[in-house]
């Protein structure tokens, strides 16, 4: 028999954090996070999304061994502000057993229907910069530190338990080399002069911060068409720029700005750091921490996390800046692959801006939705 019990307590959470450790223990393709900072993301009095976002976290239990999981959320911004009745859920893993993850689905369905909502979707986190979607495909591939893994037989768990295809979405790879600069270096003089703009490039990360809230309104501005939107608060830019701004490669963040400084794109890229956090195991101490600074010196996987364009701007061949100042980072630093991080298979703009450089899918993956 399945029990469902509610997190209540930091040990219960830690238990919570840590069942994919069992579950995907022995897997050369999971990557796990880092148990502390995962720990803080769910902290309602460290991380700034609980002003805007209400979560309740169970566990699955069988014979007192845990056996699944889910963080059952609701974005109030999103509900109260956008009037999206939807459901949120994420962080949601569970042992290949009909009964555990139905379990699991009507607790989410329960809190849903106690808050009138009218559909529930998932797998996603509190906002756009959290992960998504279940792996359908590509699992003979290494994850990333911005997505979910999963074993391949969560599909059908959705499907049947009537969950029907919300959105889909792509990641791809490509070789470095394919960037070859004929395609760019000579767009990237014509554009910057057209429209006076310039590139702006950094060595300090001291020297990005005061960019970054501008940064954080473009992405705001970037993707506000697309569905399932939901806008990043002034107290949540703060948070971002304290845990990740600070910790990427200063050189892999691009900016563009015009004559009067106003900042018109951006690109954010991070040096993968899947191997290292295999070998971390969830932990800093005492080796995780060199790991995770070997690879931000050292690796050769690029990771193309976010790219943001003012709409003024968009279809105008402002990439062509950014990617001729990748072109020499990468060059210089000896990049092999360039990643991308999970992309909606309908956003066909984003498609064609990478085309130029044979991109391969190597993974897609899918939220599902139901109506409750």
């Not at 699991?104 to 009138?116: A, R, S, Y």
């Not at 501008?214 to 569905?227: E, G, I, Q, W």
């Not at 794109?265 to 070998?279: D, G, R, T």
């Not at 060199?290 to 790219?307: E, G, P, Q, T, V």
Request: charged share 25%; hydrophobic share 40%; proline share 4%.
């Amino acid at each position: 028999m399945v029990t469902i019990k509610e997190v209540q307590s930091q040990s219960d959470l830690k238990d919570f954090v840590k069942f994919p450790f069992t579950l995907y223990k022995g897997s050369p393709y999971w990557v796990p996070p880092i148990i502390k900072d995962e720990m803080e993301s769910f902290d309602k009095t460290k991380n700034p999304v609980f002003k805007s976002a209400e979560a309740t976290f169970f566990l699955a239990y069988k014979d007192n061994t845990i056996i699944g999981r889910v963080a059952a959320i609701i974005n109030r911004l999103e509900v109260e502000e956008q009037g999206v009745k939807k459901m949120r859920f994420g962080w949601f893993d569970f042992v290949d057993d009909l009964e555990v993850s139905k379990a699991l689905f009507d607790k989410v369905k329960e809190i849903g229907q106690q808050h009138q909502l009218e559909f529930m979707e998932g797998p996603v986190g509190f906002s756009n910069l959290d992960k998504v979607g279940v792996l359908i495909e590509g699992f003979d591939h290494i994850g990333t530190m911005v997505t979910w893994y999963n074993h391949p037989y969560y599909q059908s768990h959705f499907e049947h338990h009537g969950f029907t295809k919300e959105k889909e979405y792509l990641e791809s790879k490509f070789l470095a080399a394919n960037a070859d600069p004929k395609l760019f270096e000579k767009a990237n003089l014509l554009i910057k002069k057209r429209y006076g703009l310039k590139e702006l490039n950094f060595t300090k990360s001291a020297d990005i911060m005061p960019w970054v809230d501008k940064m954080f309104d473009l992405f705001n501005d970037t993707y506000a068409k697309l569905s399932s939107f939901v806008k990043i608060t002034d107290i949540q830019k703060e948070y971002f720029k304290k845990k990740y701004i600070s910790f990427i490669n200063p050189e892999y963040i691009k900016f563009v700005v015009d004559a009067e400084d106003n900042l018109v794109a951006f690109a954010i890229v991070m040096p993968s750091f899947s191997e290292a956090l295999q070998k971390a195991n969830g932990k800093l101490f005492p080796f995780g921490l060199f790991h995770l600074l070997n690879a931000r010196k050292n690796s050769k996987d690029a990771i193309f996390y976010l790219i943001g364009i003012h709409p003024n701007y968009q279809n105008k061949g402002v990439t062509s800046i950014i990617f001729n100042e990748y072109y020499h980072t990468f060059k210089k630093r000896g990049v092999v692959n360039c990643i991308r991080t999970p992309e909606l298979e309908d956003n066909l703009a984003i498609q064609q801006m990478w085309k130029h450089f044979d991109p391969k899918v190597i993974k897609r993956r899918r939220t599902y939705v139901k109506d409750l």
